[in-house]
């Protein structure tokens, strides 16, 4: 009679299947699909033309208590890149660059990033039924990698070509 695993019974409990009398355990099976991946990403950032496409610079004040403050966001069709300072992944050139883009009376330096948004927001305020007082949007042009979605540059927008 066989155990509530099966035939897997005689084999050791990290074992999941058995394939051609070989036992894989769990641990093959997620290496395995960890090195797929590794391979299609070098493949993606290898051969890829970085995408540019219509975006939004967006800026919105939430009040309350989890997500209180002022918030800048790239936005485009499909995807969407939060710029703050809070974490320490490289927005810092990205937030300097949109400052210097839409300048609002402030210098594009760390220390105006904050006053610059509540800016923003009063110079492009775009009011919606949500928020009507506290947000601004910008058109501008993101370019960004197709395989990772990493944004690599916002650019400004043109009004001679058709975004």
Known sequence: ?????????????????????????????????RRKQVRR????????????????????HVPGFL????????????????????????????????MSLFPCGYSPEIENFSDWKVMFAQEYHYPTRKRPCDQGMALARAVYEPGSDRLLDVQAAT???NL
């Open 1 to 33: 009679m066989l155990g509530p695993r099966g035939f897997l019974a005689n084999y050791p409990p990290d074992v999941v299947l058995v394939s051609n009398g070989r036992p894989i355990t769990k641990g093959d099976i997620l290496n395995a699909k």
């Open 41 to 60: 990403l070098e493949h993606i950032r290898a051969n890829y033309e970085p995408v540019t496409k219509p975006c939004f610079v967006w800026v919105f």
């Open 159 to 161: 009004t001679q070509e």
């Open 67 to 98: 997500f209180h403050g002022w918030h800048l966001y790239v936005k485009t069709l499909k995807k969407d890149w939060c710029i703050n300072l809070r974490n320490a992944d490289g927005n810092e050139k990205m937030a300097l660059k949109i």
